[in-house]
């Protein structure tokens, strides 16, 4: 039995995020046929028909939108029978020397019955008994879920995935919230390597177990980032780098209908992510972008990227493209008058024609559905 979170006060919207749950919760169960899934208002049910107790919970304590959970055992709304079921599930949870307290809730106001009543302040065992309409359930555990909103319920929103620590917690964060998330990669063969690239997309994949797939889309960045190389001032090339990264994932984003750019930003970590660094990179776009770790310190983001089991993989010693071009020293104190010069210098006629393939996006999970799509991406 499955309670949900934060949805419970949202009005009209209601039946759209219990849809949008159900959906989510069914996509992570995906692989287990025997479940039978149905949400009603104020409660999901997941029958387990055999299946494995343990990954199913397992699974859904990291699904967002849920408050808690119970496994419970479903009887028939019979006195007799109710009993009967209490008695054999106290018995096999009860250890001698424990209190314990019956809770009873009955929805089902035609159903009539009287009982007896123990009650104690803090008892070890709270067995619960709930009379639905259809049903009675017995359980006597309730188990804590990732609250957060349904993923999806917010719109759609695009991840500026690197390889590194950073960006992935970030989409988790943004997931948390209800934002449906497609990573946005960029890569720069044969400067990065293909190793570099399954990386960011295992860690797409990580992010698909908060609540259903993730659309992958790799940007080949190579040619853009010569030519900043060869033409952008030194001091200003990250910062023009990171610019001509906003702006792509800005048009991709309006292509695929997204509301919102995520990215791993945290302020001052690097010498792009200084205040002045960052409004300069913001300036190509009116889009919101929402930073999720901006104001974090790096433990506190490498604790939740341990909880979130992407760590490990993020630590995996691949060059990302921005590490490759990196320059020796960047500038932390810009001046845009002279960032402007250089990139406009970049923008030169060639570049600005060229057109920029969206190559792949795969659909993680499921069975990695690609999506090959090459419109224009005019920067
Ligand atoms: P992370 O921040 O994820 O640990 P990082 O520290 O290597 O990776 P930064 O240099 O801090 O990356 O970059 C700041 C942000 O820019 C990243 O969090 C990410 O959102 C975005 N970004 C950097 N490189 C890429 C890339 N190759 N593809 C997509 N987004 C990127
Ligand atoms: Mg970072």
């Known amino acids: 039995m499955v309670r949900y979170g934060e949805l419970s006060t949202k009005g009209k919207n209601r039946g759209y995020f219990i849809n949008r749950l159900a959906k989510n919760i069914r996509e992570v169960l995906a692989d287990m046929p025997e479940l039978k899934i149905t949400a009603v208002r104020d409660r999901a049910h997941i029958e387990l028909n055999g299946a494995d107790y ?85 359980s006597f555990e309730d188990i804590k879920g990732a609250g957060g909103m349904p993923v999806g319920t917010a719109g759609r929103g695009h991840l500026m995935l690197s390889g590194g620590i950073d960006s992935p917690v970030a989409g988790y964060l943004a997931l948390k919230r209800g934002v449906e998330i497609e990573a946005v990669h960029f890569a720069s063969p044969p400067y990065t390597s293909p190793g570099a690239l399954k990386k960011a997309k295992d860690l797409a994949a990580k992010l698909t177990v908060f609540g259903g797939s993730i659309t992958f889309i790799e940007v080949p960045f190579t040619e853009i980032q010569e030519e900043i190389k060869a033409k952008a001032p030194q001091a200003y090339l990250m910062t023009i780098t990171r610019r001509f990264m906003m702006r792509v994932v800005d048009r991709v984003r309006e292509e695929r ?33 929402i930073r999720p770790v901006v104001t974090m310190d790096k433990n506190e983001i490498i604790e939740i990227a341990e909880k979130i089991d992407t760590f490990n993989l993020s630590i995996l010693p691949f060059e990302d493209c921005c590490t490759v071009f990196a320059p020796p020293s960047p500038k932390t104190n810009m001046k845009r008058e002279w960032m402007l010069r250089g990139w406009l210098t970049v923008r030169s006629k060639e570049l600005c024609s060229q057109q920029l393939l969206v190559k792949t996006g795969t659909k993680l999970k499921k069975k990695n559905l690609l999506i090959s799509y090459n419109k224009k991406c005019y920067l």
């Open 54 to 138: 343990a990954e199913v919970s397992n699974r859904l304590t990291k699904v967002f939108g849920i408050q808690n959970f119970s496994p419970s055992i479903k009887v028939e709304k019979s006195m007799p029978i109710i009993k009967e079921e209490v008695v054999a599930l106290f018995k096999e949870i009860y250890s001698e020397g424990q209190t314990f307290k019956i809770a009873t809730r009955r929805a089902d106001h035609n159903f009539e019955f009287s009982y007896a009543k123990v009650q104690m302040k803090k008892p070890d065992i709270t067995l619960r008994v709930e009379i639905r309409q259809d049903a009675t359930y017995l």
């Open 257 to 289: 209908g997204g509301k919102v750019i995520i990215n791993g930003e945290s302020l001052g970590q690097v010498a792009s992510q200084t205040l002045g660094s960052m409004s300069a990179i913001n300036e190509v776009t009116n889009t919101p972008v």
